[in-house]
């Protein structure tokens, strides 16, 4: 069977010449929206947007992990869905390191004092020894662990699930009744709280004035899960009373931040505008192809989203 | 037989406090230079500056890897010198990790940004399949290659001496005749650039023009060793005409730096003043209170410095 292929990326011309030097069986490729289209690439919002001029789509690969816009329950689910995944990891595992470096590391300090012609000397502070909590060990979360078991740290993870590995040193899991005990047991005593899990129910403000109250008063907080886990005003809150030393995010309840978010002045905080890890085409691309092979099979798909559970 | 300590360094209660805690046999702990001093602890320069009033000074243990100030050649040198290795490999390597991430990821860029309430999603890069150039592969160049390794990066190694290492990837050696074409060839095709080498009449001005030319102009060049392994006037050249696209310097030929140097305003060039690998001295008692061990029984000491050689 023939399928149509179309691109709905910034990067389409990079997708486009990765995909067809690899000369996919069956395979053509769609410059626009056409009835005969059954395969769609690209970002979850722009395929939205095309759903309504594709009626014979059976395959969507995200180059994202999130698909929030696809879930939306007035939309159709006559397709199969698979995310990006396995290929974030690493990068995310660089990004999480990078800031934990410019904290511990006192990176902004000596920028200033060399902006001032000042020789600012002074020791800084190391990742070894440190605390690292991990707020969803999935594939990520798990190569964020074994990152910071290499630079020394120790490893608490919070999970649902009942996975273990030989790189996470203790695991918290919620409790039957309450998550919330469990979740300020977690956060306690951490050096660093990091956020990787993915927008459900269950994490909506799961980082909320209790679990921020729980750490001590030189934690840095990190998001890189997605936005709404974050409780906002909790953690304006927290960082302008000094309850906690820093916060980086990545991620946030609304993209791009609202111009008047009050984020934008809040002391402390570092923000990075969702880029932890980028989707890079020649790594999508590899999974697409992948995917693509056992589709024209009419085999199973790798990392096929639920619409209900929403990952 | 007795011996009596001096602690010469910035930390000194932090040291006295590792060392009473230790309870050494037939140490004791002066308070202030005397003669039957037969130990210094302490900080090169202070060390040199108290030469004279500790005429039974049979041990120097430097808290600090360079020990130049005590290896003029007017200064004594009956006496054991042993420096501190061993325990800068690690807080070196997140170093250079911290800066390249900086770099890759734009870190500054993503600062600016938020300063001036402006989203700036746009992708960063990434360390997996960059080429790192380690100048100098001792033990601390080796941390440095395993790090690097764990992201994924591709390790060259030049040196003098003709050990290997699975962390490296390909070695280069100085030619018996002329070191420059192979110093060039080692710089061809690097993405970063990275002095570890200590101060030795061999190392002197290693990264010139000829090194900075032979980089790429998308190159950073990172300067952990000692200041005068670069040639601080090809540097400022190769940043002011971007024949490279960035310099880290944590060390420098004449330190502090002095306040009219070039560097203060040199463009894409940041500055840590020699704060890259800290002595912390939980570490370096560790090393003194092994040393002395052996000192107390006559045995030879690790880490001894060759007055001649320099390191």
Redesign the interface.
Same mark, same amino acid.
């Given at each position: 069977m023939r399928h149509k292929l179309l691109i709905l990326a910034d990067d389409e011309n990079k997708y486009r010449a990765l995909i067809e030097e690899a000369r996919l069986l069956n395979l053509e490729l769609a410059m626009k929206p056409a009835p005969d289209v059954d395969i769609a690439l690209g970002e979850p919002s722009r395929v939205k947007a095309a759903l309504g001029s594709l009626p014979a789509l059976a395959w969507v690969q995200s180059i994202w992990a999130g698909v929030e816009p696809l879930l939306d329950p007035a939309l159709r689910r006559n397709y199969i869905l698979t995310n990006a995944r396995g290929v974030f990891g +690493?990068?995310m595992s %660089?990004?999480v390191?990078?800031?934990l470096?410019?904290h %511990?590391?006192r990176?902004?300090q000596?920028?200033e004092?060399?902006k001032s012609?000042h020789? %600012? +000397?002074?020791?800084?502070g190391?990742?070894?020894g440190k605390t690292i909590g991990l707020l969803g060990v999935g594939s990520i979360g798990l190569e964020v662990a074994r990152?910071a078991k /290499? /630079? +020394?740290m120790r490893v608490h993870g919070y999970t649902w699930s009942s996975e273990s590995s030989p790189d996470v040193d203790r695991y918290f899991h919620p409790s039957e009744s309450d998550r919330l005990p469990s979740l300020q047991d977690f956060a306690n005593g951490l050096d660093y709280l990091v956020n990787i899990l993915p927008n459900t129910n269950d994490t909506r403000k799961i980082v909320n004035a209790d679990v921020l109250n729980a750490l001590p008063a030189h934690a840095l907080v990190m998001n890189v899960g997605r936005g709404p886990a974050v409780d906002e005003s909790a953690l304006i809150e927290a960082l302008s009373r000094n309850k906690i030393a820093a916060a980086v995010l990545d991620v946030f309840e609304r %993209?791009?931040?609202p111009?008047d978010h009050p984020f934008?002045t809040t002391p402390n905080l570092?923000?990075? /505008?969702?880029?932890a890890a980028?989707s890079?085409p020649e790594d999508i691309t590899k999974l697409f192809i992948e995917n693509y092979k056992s589709f024209d099979k009419g085999w199973p798909l790798k990392y096929q989203v639920d619409f209900e559970r929403g990952y």
């Open positions: +690493g990068l %660089e990004y390191i990078g800031y470096l410019l %511990e590391r990176v902004l000596k920028l004092a060399q012609n020789w %600012e +000397g002074s020791d800084t190391t990742l070894r990152t /290499f /630079f +020394g %993209e791009p931040l111009k934008w570092l923000m990075t /505008f969702h880029s980028p890079l």
